[in-house]
């Protein structure tokens, strides 16, 4: 069974680029995205390692530690990583784990059980492995996606992901398209009282939506 949302992800210890990581400890306090790639020096992916390194304040700005996985070595993400730095003209200082033993694609449902890496292997024996994992700092799983090799991942909607699940932790939910600043939504489990008490003023479209300043 695959991971779920609340669940508590996988512990592992791996090689990456920047020496050996144990991931729980490697989160510690902070919020955390894994985004894996099912082979290095591809097309799309450079181009999302790219748009990762070029984010780096923003991430930095949530609390949020970013780390690839790749299933290949340690010396091939090495030489990557100047070919994505050169694209994106942005420093890549964020760890890539070595997964050319399928360990954590396999821990993280991204692979099945019996998989394996051929021989002569392309990105499509791994295509799978092109999600993206967003984990709290109580090591619990509050999001993940799942691409094909064919469509790039958009950033921007991953930073907008993250910052509506940190304003959730404040006991609100973000209506679509929501982006920082907009309203939020109370939710039906308070009642108009405590609402009341804990927001301040809010609008009620329905008796179930209601809508409130987002808290600071």
Request: net charge negative; glycine share 6%; charged share 25%.
């Amino acid at each position: 069974m695959g991971l779920r949302i609340n669940d508590v992800v996988p512990n592992f210890t791996a090689e990456t680029d920047q020496g050996t990581v144990t991931f729980h400890d490697w989160i510690g306090d902070s919020w955390a995205i894994l985004f894996s790639h099912p082979k290095d020096f591809t097309p799309v992916c450079t181009t999302e390692f790219s748009a990762v390194a070029q984010l780096a304040d923003e991430w930095a700005a949530r609390n949020t530690k970013v780390m690839g996985v790749s299933v290949d070595g340690v010396e091939d993400h090495k030489k990557w990583k100047t070919d994505i730095e050169n694209y994106g003209g942005a420093a890549a200082n964020f760890p890539i784990i070595a997964d050319d033993g399928l360990a954590v694609s396999k821990a993280f449902d991204m692979l099945p059980a019996e998989a394996y890496m051929p021989d002569g292997r392309t990105p499509a024996h791994s295509a799978t492995v092109r999600s993206v994992f967003i984990i709290g700092p109580d090591k619990q799983l509050k999001l993940s996606m799942t691409y094909p090799m064919t469509v790039g991942r958009n950033f921007a909607e991953i930073l907008r992901a993250l910052d509506g699940l940190q304003m959730s932790t404040k006991g609100v939910a973000t209506p679509a398209n929501w982006v920082p600043g907009e309203d939020v939504i109370i939710p039906p489990a308070v009642s108009n009282e405590d609402a009341k008490a804990k927001f301040g003023e809010f609008e009620t479209i329905f008796p179930y939506l209601r809508k409130t300043k987002a808290p600071k």
